[in-house]
Nanobody, 122 residues
Framework: QVQLVESGGGLVQAGGSLRLSCIASGRTFSRYVMGWFRQAPGKEREFVAAISESGGNTYYTDSAKGRFTISRDNAKNTVYLQMSSLTPEDSAVYHC???????????????WGQGTQVTVSS
């Protein structure tokens, strides 16, 4: 069982930046592909970014490329999402997810966090 707890969300103006963090419980964090998904009101949850177990490979949705950076620190059981050049369209609840030995391009999470709200004002 893995528990994921996100933090770092908040209200930011368009063009601003935020860094989300997700800390995982357990001693097998380094065996999980980790990712970030988001869900805006009235929309389906969508993939944002993923990172391989070692952190050596990353994958992004097109809207995140060049603006968002996913990273991880296996010693701290933590995955991050650095977001910049934010727009109101980025407003959503952002969820951390863990996929046991999965694929960064086709994540099928085994565990989800509760989410952290990101609101970007225009």
């Amino acid at each position: 069982q893995v528990q994921l707890v996100e933090s770092g969300g908040g209200l930011v103006q368009a063009g601003g930046s935020l860094r989300l963090s997700c800390i995982a419980s357990g001693r097998t964090f380094s065996r999980y592909v980790m990712g970030w998904f988001r869900q805006a009101p009235g929309k389906e949850r969508e993939f944002v970014a993923a990172i391989s177990e070692s952190g050596g490979n990353t994958y992004y949705t097109d809207s995140a490329k060049g603006r968002f950076t996913i990273s991880r620190d296996n010693a701290k059981n933590t995955v991050y999402l650095q977001m910049s050049s934010l727009t109101p369209e980025d407003s959503a609840v952002y969820h951390c997810a863990a996929d046991w030995r999965g694929s960064i391009a086709t994540m099928t999470p085994d565990y989800w966090g509760q989410g952290t709200q990101v609101t970007v004002s225009s």
